[in-house]
């Protein structure tokens, strides 16, 4: 028997997957909207959102969720958080102007990430939380801000580990000139507490964050301040492989072609971040997050379970209650999850000098994945009809029956980089023109981070996807519309409180 090709099995969520299967629906919403597009499913993003609130409920009592805007600029989804009760992080007075749009309210809005001086106006202007990055925005604060003004205040701290650099947020040695702009500014500034956004998915990391953070409260107490909020941000991973012993084995035999073994599998001359050298492959590919398999709400209930050792092994989770902290986090990629995937038609299908296929798709590779990331999940294709005579059953059992073909997917702009997917990829076929090509899981930061308008062509459409009573619905993403009441009641958080004796250093 002949060894299957290699393959990256995508995981799709079930409600995704029926409405792929659907007999043409995928084809009649692209025929009565156009092609290319990107198809998000709100009812799949509320779904995730119901995940993080199961385990926060199991060990909180006290917590905020806000969805990080940048993750994707859908409306859709930004009117599912607002319905669903929760907050919104954005992070340019665009996403601040969506998020009122949508119906956000001041004190359900927090803004994060570098801020100018214009923004810094309207932001005040306006009463939203700032997170301030760092010690000129809280003077800007502080000085544009009316007496009484309250403004309400986190602090981004990073530096927690010497060895790793963040060009975000106040250094560890910054914080005491931090204390004294929010002692001298009490009726201007209203102090919340403390937060970080870690560049990386580690939990130990994470962890150290929290315990620094905590002794951050401890400092502050003893400055006259009392912070009640501890933010850990975002950050947690996605799951985009449906089979990891097959994506490994993808890997190894993607390693081994780049030392001249097997079959080539990839395009040109990329490595994908690996460097060669002594006979064997080195480096952290740049598509390591398609190796995880940890889900973002595991990652999250790992965080609020692990023991502080300087707290008497008690968990982060009752730290933060017994010193009635507010715990906030910040999810975009945890809560688009699955809830995103791309459509594009094959224009044409090529064989170039070398005997290499390429498929064409009206799809340009900017808008499926950030500039310096690869797609390591297989896109699905669908046959169409479109294009294509009627075939003849003969012709069915040939197509059905003919060995898979390595393919590389290829973008519509005119420049030798835009390979949607510089490794193989096999096919059960070869597509024809017409068929249609969906790429998985593309709705945290894959549809819009890097999206251009290269040639003048506008971005794809997107378009949002219901299930409602017993069949799919689709719309502009910005006509959609949250239907009945709230599907998941209002997270649970406290009013403000008077503040208490801290207690984070005392034993169990």
Request: glycine share 8%; with cysteine; charged share 20%.
């Amino acid at each position: 028997m002949t060894a299957p090709p290699p393959a990256l099995p995508a995981k799709l969520h079930p409600l995704v997957r029926t409405f792929l299967d659907s007999p043409d629906a995928v084809a009649q919403a692209l025929s009565r909207f156009g092609a290319p597009a990107h198809l998000v499913f709100p009812q799949v993003y509320a779904e995730n959102l119901g995940t993080f609130r199961a385990v926060l409920d199991r060990h909180l009592s006290s917590y905020r969720i806000c969805y990080a805007h940048k993750a994707n600029q859908s409306r859709a989804f930004v009117r599912t958080a607002e319905h669903a009760g929760i907050a919104i992080d954005v992070a340019s007075p665009q996403e601040l102007a969506c998020a009122i749009g949508a119906g956000f309210g001041p004190t359900r809005i927090e803004v994060t990430g570098p801020k100018g001086e214009v923004f810094l106006r309207e932001l005040i202007d306006c009463g939203v939380t700032i997170n301030v990055d760092n010690l000129w925005e809280l003077h800007r604060i502080a000085e544009l801000a009316g007496d009484d003004a309250g403004v309400p205040v986190l602090l981004r701290i990073s530096g927690f580990d010497a060895g790793q650099v963040s060009r975000f947020g106040l250094p560890l040695n910054h914080i005491r000139r931090a204390f004294d702009v929010l002692s001298a500014h009490r009726g201007r500034i209203t102090f919340l507490g403390f937060a970080f956004h870690l560049d990386s998915g580690d939990t130990a990391e994470r962890i150290r964050a929290v315990d620094a953070c905590l002794a951050l409260v401890e400092q502050a107490y003893g400055h006259g301040l009392t912070p009640t909020v501890l933010n850990i941000g975002g950050g947690f991973r996605q799951v985009f492989t449906a089979d990891a012993d097959r994506f490994d084995a993808y890997v190894h035999a993607l390693r081994e072609s780049l030392l001249g073994r097997g079959e080539s599998m990839s395009w040109g001359s990329n490595t994908f971040g690996y460097h060669v050298a002594d006979g064997a492959v080195h480096g952290i590919p740049v598509f390591h997050k398609y190796a995880n398999t940890i889900p973002a709400t595991t990652m999250l209930d790992d965080v609020l379970t692990a023991p502080l050792e300087r707290h008497g092994g008690r968990t982060v989770a009752e730290v933060a209650s017994d010193n009635l902290l507010d715990f906030w986090l910040e999810p975009g990629k945890g809560l688009v999850d699955h809830a995103g995937v791309t459509v594009a038609k094959v224009e044409f299908v090529k064989e170039i000098a070398d005997g290499t296929v390429l498929v064409n798709l009206d799809l340009s590779r900017d808008s499926v994945t950030p500039a310096d990331q690869e797609v390591m999940v297989d896109p699905l294709v669908l046959p169409g009809t479109a294009h294509r005579p009627a075939p003849d059953a003969g012709a069915v059992a040939a197509r059905a029956e003919s060995a898979p073909v390595g393919v590389y997917f290829a973008g519509r702009l005119c420049l030798e980089r835009d390979l949607i997917t510089n490794h193989k990829v096999w096919l059960a076929h070869g597509p024809s023109p017409g068929d249609l090509v969906v790429f998985p899981n593309t709705g945290a930061y894959h549809m819009d981070l890097s999206a251009a308008t290269a040639s003048m062509r506008p971005p794809p459409i997107k378009l949002a996807v219901t299930h409602r009573a017993g069949s799919f619905q689709v719309c502009r993403d910005g006509d959609y519309e949250p239907s009945g009441p709230a599907a998941i009641p209002p997270q649970r958080h406290s009013a403000p409180r008077q503040p208490v004796p801290h207690r984070t250093a005392e034993a169990p």
